[in-house]
Structure formats: structure tokens, C-alpha cells
């Protein structure tokens, strides 16, 4: 997988998974689960291998203002690396302090240091400050996130030497490892965000899919997701596709994630497309793991390659 390449330079493979892991189905159904905590634990073993011979990689999160969401993903994050024997860091900074000159000042001094090897800023920033121009400043070397606008070119002009976005990232390896073909399948991806559904678009057209972008304005969304052999949906719209929006036997990847008024977590597809898909990935359980391990996997590269 051409996207891999830089990250098997450093040592990685893309996992090996059982038979019996394989064959997996959803209880009751013909529709094979794909374990995205399994391959990010698998991913995570070769982390914590690879570091006994390597330069431990450093990751600093910095985290502005008081979101309780952003707590919890930057509180996972920093638990997964301790988990891999990695480094990081979390800078807090309250919204009363978070001005565009602190944190711009803050990026500055990151990048300057060569004991940090990743930089994340974790989104969303107070409303106060110029969110772009303080991502932006990240060095390119330490844009673990793929996110620069230098990247987002560097995936679109398939120069995979680069950072790529953690999560279609994740999707690619999660996909490889269950040996679910890609190239000349036709693959929509409903979704066009700058960090999701965008890069997702490239990393699937690197491996020579036919690729579809639907988005809030598609006219027959149905229709176009029932194209699909593999339809990756990231739209951010709970229990938006349901089984009528799939082809018999399609592999579904279900990137959206929410928590319902009773503290549930579903993703953007319906639990009944297991009747009718080949292939879904759960959630949770599914591509959120994933989207952490190739955090880690990235902060491997920056510190190593
Ligand atoms: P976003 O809000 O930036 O973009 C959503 C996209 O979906 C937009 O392009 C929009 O046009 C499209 N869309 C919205 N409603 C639609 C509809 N009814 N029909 C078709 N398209 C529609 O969201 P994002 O940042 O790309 O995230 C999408 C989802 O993925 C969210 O639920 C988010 O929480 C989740 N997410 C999960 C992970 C993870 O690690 N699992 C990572 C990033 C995002």
C-alpha cells in the first residue's frame, strides 16, 4: 500500500490477523466485523517493539480552553502513549489566557525544541483565537496530524513521504489488514472535510479506487451510496445510512461518532446495515482506536525517519 510506505521504512507492517479474527461476523449476521481496536492494539505492539531500539518519540498536545470533549480525546491520547512507552505532554491553557500572540509564542517554542517531536493542536480553539494561524505555525517535521495545508497538498499530488491524516490513515490500514480490495473498486466517501473525508478521497484514489464524494448538497444520496463496493461515510449525522443505502455484500467503514441523550455511542450508520453490508466496522470499537494509533505511529515517524 503506497500510502504505508514511509511508515514500513520505519519498521511497521500492516498487521496480521487470524483466520478466526477474519471470519468474524456480527452475531446473527453474514457481515463481517471489522475490529478497529483490535488492529490498533496490534499497531501499538509494534510501537512499544520498535522503541526499545529507537530515540523514544515526543508528542506535546496543547490544549486551549475548557471543551469536555477535547479533555477526553487529549486524556486518551496521552494514555495511549504512556500504554506504547511513548512521551507526551499536555500544555493546558485557560480560555482567559489563550490569546492568538500565547499560543502563537507557544508553537514557537515547540518547534524550536528538538526533545519534542510532534505537535498537536487539539481542535476546537476558544472562538477568541485565529484557529488557522495558529495550526498553521506548526513546523512541517512536527505536524503529526497531517493537517498543514502543506500536507493536505504533499497527499493530493500522492507524495506519500509526508504526514497523513491520522484517521483515513487509520481507515487504510484497517482496510489492508482485512484484505478488503480497493483498487478498481468503486468507493464513495460521504463526507468532504478538510480532515476526514478529503484526504480520505486521495488515500483511496492512491490505491486506485473509483472514487465518489458526497456531501450535504448530493442530490440521491442513496442512490450514489448503493454504488458502492466500499462506502466510507464521515458526515457526522447519527444513524444517517441505513441499510437501503447499501449494496449486498459492500464494506462499510463508519467513521462518525456520537453520544445519544442516554449515553450510547452510535456512529453515522445504522446498526441494520449489518443485514445487508459484507463487511462494517462498529462503534465504537471501529475506526476511533485507530485514529490514535496512527497518532502514535506519526509521532514514530517525526522522531525517527
Ligand atoms: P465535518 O462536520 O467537518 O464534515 C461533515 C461532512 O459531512 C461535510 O462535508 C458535510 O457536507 C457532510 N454531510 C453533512 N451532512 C450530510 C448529509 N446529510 N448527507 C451527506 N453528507 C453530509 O465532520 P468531520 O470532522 O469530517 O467528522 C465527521 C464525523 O466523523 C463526526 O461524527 C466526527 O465526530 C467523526 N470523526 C471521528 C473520528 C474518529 O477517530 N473516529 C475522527 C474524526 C472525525
Not at 506548526?138 to 493536505?152: C, E, N, Q, S
Not at 448538497?217 to 441499510?243: H, Y
Not at 465504537?284 to 515517524?301: F, R, W
Amino acid at each position: 500500500m503506497r500510502c504505508f510506505k514511509r511508515a514500513a521504512e520505519a519498521g511497521f507492517v500492516i498487521p496480521a490477523l487470524s483466520p478466526e479474527v477474519l471470519g468474524k461476523t456480527f452475531p446473527g449476521t453474514q457481515c463481517r466485523l471489522l475490529d478497529g481496536k483490535l488492529v490498533a492494539s496490534m499497531m501499538h505492539d509494534q510501537c512499544r517493539t520498535l522503541v526499545k531500539s529507537k530515540p523514544q518519540p515526543k508528542l506535546v498536545a496543547i490544549l486551549a480552553g475548557e471543551d469536555p470533549a477535547s479533555q477526553v480525546y487529549v486524556g486518551n491520547k496521552s494514555k495511549t502513549f504512556a500504554n506504547v512507552n511513548f512521551a507526551s505532554e499536555t500544555i493546558r491553557i485557560p480560555s482567559s489566557e489563550s490569546t492568538d500572540a500565547s499560543l502563537l509564542a507557544l508553537v514557537d517554542k515547540l518547534n524550536a525544541n528538538p526533545g519534542v517531536h510532534g505537535i498537536l493542536v487539539q481542535l476546537p480553539l476558544p472562538a477568541s483565537v485565529n484557529a488557522a494561524a495558529i495550526t498553521n505555525r506548526i513546523a512541517p517535521a512536527k505536524d503529526v496530524d497531517g493537517f498543514l495545508p502543506l500536507h493536505a497538498g504533499t497527499l493530493a499530488t500522492g507524495d506519500f513521504g509526508r504526514f497523513l491524516p491520522c484517521t483515513p490513515f487509520g481507515v487504510m490500514v484497517l482496510l489492508a489488514a482485512y484484505g478488503i480490495p480497493i483498487a478498481g473498486s468503486r468507493t464513495v466517501v460521504v463526507g468532504r472535510s478538510n480532515i476526514v473525508g478529503k484526504p480520505m478521497s486521495f488515500l483511496a484514489q492512491s490505491e486506485d479506487a473509483t472514487v465518489t464524494m458526497a456531501h450535504s448538497r448530493t442530490k440521491d444520496l442513496p442512490a450514489i451510496c448503493r454504488e458502492a463496493d466500499l462506502l466510507i461515510v464521515a458526515a457526522g449525522k447519527p444513524n444517517l445510512i441505513n441499510r437501503d443505502f447499501v449494496k449486498p455484500g459492500a464494506t462499510v467503514v463508519d467513521v462518525g461518532i456520537h453520544r445519544l441523550a442516554d449515553g450510547t455511542l452510535c456512529g453515522d450508520v445504522n446498526a441494520n446495515v449489518r443485514e445487508v453490508a459484507g463487511a462494517l466496522t462498529p462503534v465504537p470499537g471501529g475506526v476511533g482506536p485507530l485514529t490514535i494509533a496512527m497518532l502514535c505511529v506519526n509521532t514514530a515517524l517525526a522522531a525517527w525517519n
